[in-house]
T-cell receptor, first 114, second 112 residues
């Protein structure tokens, strides 16, 4: 039973560039959330996708956008990268129908902006 | 808004010592509470959870009790092992909301 998989594992970009990160949810899960974890900090909620729509959004600028596909996989896009966007980006999946369904996290994508 | 406060680390213990990591929260309503663990180079793994007041979550020898009167969810283990060395995150999820609100994490270092 495959867990949450994210790609790539590491990425280096230059200020001003754009980046796309990818996530495949755990088998059977239909909801995907994205979190940003800066070094030495706890994860911060970016947004959540369900039924291919953004359902809830955290306090992140519009440079951060996402998409969910019919197979429940998801992408996180960040435009006009800033140095402060350097972080570990975590994808988490869950099952909408399960009350208090716990989140299952992937190992993350480490983004470095230079 | 909702928030979680954890004790700062690192917490350094010898093997078989007793562990407590303090966690308090601020939230409206009746949140669910969680402890997640992050090993080096990995994502977060759910360690335990509690969904209502006085519930006790437990897993792998770790325990935490949801205390509404003190808004706390302290993590405890009676005898830690070197393999428990990791970063531990306390988190809450409020009713009707999907997002988890995390604390800043507490690093635990266990020496033989």
């Amino acid at each position: 039973d495959a867990g949450v998989t994210q790609s790539p594992t590491h990425l280096i970009k230059t200020r001003g560039q754009q980046v796309t990160l990818r996530c495949s949810p755990k088998s059977g899960h239909d909801t995907v959330s994205w979190y940003q974890q800066a070094l030495g900090q706890g994860p911060q909620f970016i947004f959540q996708y369900y039924e291919e729509e953004e359902r809830q959004r955290g306090n992140f600028p519009d440079r951060f956008s996402g998409h969910q596909f019919p197979n429940y996989s998801s992408e996180l896009n960040v435009n006009a990268l800033l140095l402060g966007d350097s972080a570990l980006y975590l994808c988490a999946s869950s099952l909408e129908a399960e009350t208090n369904s716990p989140l299952h996290f992937g190992n993350g994508t480490r983004l470095t902006v230079t | 808004g909702d928030s979680v406060t954890q004790m700062e680390g690192p917490v350094t213990l010898s093997e078989e010592a007793f562990l407590t990591i303090n966690c308090t929260y601020t939230a409206t309503g009746y949140p669910s509470l969680f402890w997640y663990v992050q090993y080096p180079g990995e994502g977060l793994q759910l360690l335990l959870k509690a969904t209502k007041a006085d519930d006790k979550g437990s897993n792998k020898g770790f325990e935490a009790t949801y205390r509404k009167e003190t808004t706390s969810f302290h993590l405890e283990k009676g005898s830690v092992q070197v393999s428990d060395s990791a970063v531990y995150f306390c988190a809450l999820r409020n009713t009707g909301f999907q997002k988890l609100v995390f604390g800043t994490g507490t690093r635990l270092l266990v020496s033989p």
